[in-house]
């Protein structure tokens, strides 16, 4: 493979220390090891470089959340609660600082690719935990604490004027979170394809949903059927999806890059290959130059079978890195 592109993996030694009780709790700090330990060994290691996180600060944060939830949140670590609302929402003393951190991530991959100015020569991958897609402003859903990807859409928009953000989802599961976000936003397009609500968590995610008021029209749900494949998701792509885009014209892409609907990952009955998310890559390389000059951060959300984890992110930086198959 010859490339003058580099990805730039924003992660952190320290997001291992947010604690989620071992066990049969999916979201472990192995996730993260196993993708650091594919891209330092794999076929992509000559394309790899690092980079630290650094935590969102507080006001960064609001954006979405309201200080009551940050308070509480702190409230709940410093108490020594093992868990939040739900026994899904594990925590341990160092999680309200790593979930801050986790939720820098984004910004930093944003601050990379301003930097770049428009070359698109920079691929940034934040592998990041606790993920972010399910949180609401006020409470914590499905693993997640602070909604990485609306932070960081909002961090664009105010630090550096990209008003019009497309942020794309193909994690297994709708991020409830991310649309109560954008549901009235009217600059920011949020698009979903996930396993069909009736069946999944979190029960969200019809496709009769389009937005209210000035965000009509910017909601893009589409939820598939239990084992739903390859072919499903390509349709999308080059249908429906496409066409959004290219009304919306995004001035940058924010990608909620979630890896659980493979065949082999359990927290799904979807039926996606590995070689699926090199088709996902490839397309979202192609539109984030044919839109916004290679603007584009992607986010670890879900996927949580260890060996195919490793597999999916892998050829999804390939599909980004090297959009000719």
């Given at each position: 493979?010859?490339?003058?592109?580099?990805?730039?993996?924003?992660?952190?030694p320290k997001?291992?220390?947010?604690?989620?009780?071992?066990?049969?709790?999916?979201?472990?700090?192995?996730?993260?090891?196993?993708?650091?330990?594919?891209?330092?060994?794999?076929k992509?290691?000559?394309?790899?470089?690092?980079?630290?996180?650094?935590?969102?600060?507080?006001?960064e944060?609001?954006?979405?959340?309201p200080?009551?939830?940050?308070?509480?949140?702190?409230?709940?670590?410093?108490?020594?609660?093992?868990?939040?609302?739900h026994?899904?929402?594990?925590?341990?003393f160092?999680?309200?600082?790593?979930?801050?951190?986790?939720?820098?991530?984004?910004?930093c991959?944003?601050?990379?690719?301003?930097?770049?100015?428009g070359?698109?020569?920079?691929?940034?991958?934040?592998?990041?935990?606790?993920?972010?897609?399910?949180?609401?402003?006020?409470?914590?859903?499905?693993?997640?604490?602070?909604?990485?990807?609306?932070?960081?859409?909002?961090?664009?928009?105010?630090?550096y004027?990209?008003?019009?953000?497309?942020?794309?989802?193909?994690?297994?599961?709708?991020?409830?979170?991310?649309?109560?976000?954008?549901?009235?936003?009217?600059?920011?397009?949020?698009?979903?394809?996930?396993?069909?609500?009736s069946?999944?968590?979190p029960?969200?995610?019809?496709?009769?949903?389009?937005?209210?008021?000035p965000?009509?029209?910017?909601?893009?749900?589409?939820?598939?059927?239990p084992?739903?494949?390859?072919n499903?998701?390509?349709?999308?792509?080059?249908?429906?999806?496409?066409?959004?885009?290219?009304?919306?014209?995004?001035?940058?892409?924010?990608v909620?890059?979630?890896?659980?609907?493979?065949r082999?990952?359990?927290?799904?009955?979807?039926?996606?290959?590995s070689?699926?998310?090199?088709?996902?890559?490839?397309?979202?390389?192609?539109?984030?130059?044919?839109?916004c000059s290679?603007?584009?951060?992607?986010?670890?959300?879900?996927?949580?079978?260890l060996?195919?984890?490793?597999?999916?992110?892998?050829?999804?930086?390939?599909?980004?890195?090297?959009?000719?198959?």
């Open positions: 493979m010859t490339t003058k592109k580099r990805i730039t993996v924003i992660t952190d997001y291992q220390l947010h604690d989620t009780g071992g066990g049969e709790h999916p979201e472990v700090p192995e996730r993260l090891q196993v993708i650091a330990d594919r891209l330092a060994g794999g992509l290691a000559a394309f790899v470089d690092m980079a630290l996180p650094r935590p969102a600060t507080r006001s944060l609001m954006a979405f959340h200080e009551s939830w940050l308070f509480r949140f702190e409230e709940s670590v410093l108490s020594g609660r093992t868990f939040i609302d026994p899904d929402n594990q925590i341990g160092e999680s309200y600082d790593i979930a801050t951190l986790s939720a820098g991530a984004g910004l991959g944003v601050d990379l690719i301003e930097q770049d100015d070359h698109g020569q920079n691929i940034v991958f934040c592998s990041t935990r606790p993920p972010g897609h399910h949180a609401e402003p006020t409470r914590p859903f499905g693993f997640c604490f602070f909604n990485n990807c609306v932070i960081a859409a909002r961090y664009w928009q105010q630090r004027g990209r008003r019009h953000i497309c942020v794309l989802d193909f994690d297994a599961h709708h991020g409830n979170g991310i649309q109560t976000a954008f549901d009235e936003d009217g600059e920011v397009l949020y698009i979903s394809i996930h396993e069909h609500p069946f999944s968590y029960g969200t995610g019809w496709a009769e949903e389009h937005g209210l008021g965000g009509k029209g910017k909601i893009l749900n589409i939820p598939l059927a084992g739903s494949g390859d499903q998701v390509i349709d999308a792509f080059d249908g429906p999806v496409r066409s959004l885009l290219e009304q919306f014209q995004p001035e940058a892409f924010v909620a890059a979630g890896f659980d609907a493979h082999l990952d359990d927290m799904s009955g979807l039926a996606y290959s070689e699926l998310y090199a088709e996902i890559g490839r397309r979202l390389f192609a539109w984030s130059n044919q839109f290679g603007r584009l951060v992607s986010i670890l959300e879900g996927g949580y079978h060996p195919i984890l490793a597999d999916c992110v892998e050829n999804y930086l390939s599909g980004l890195l090297n959009p000719e198959p």
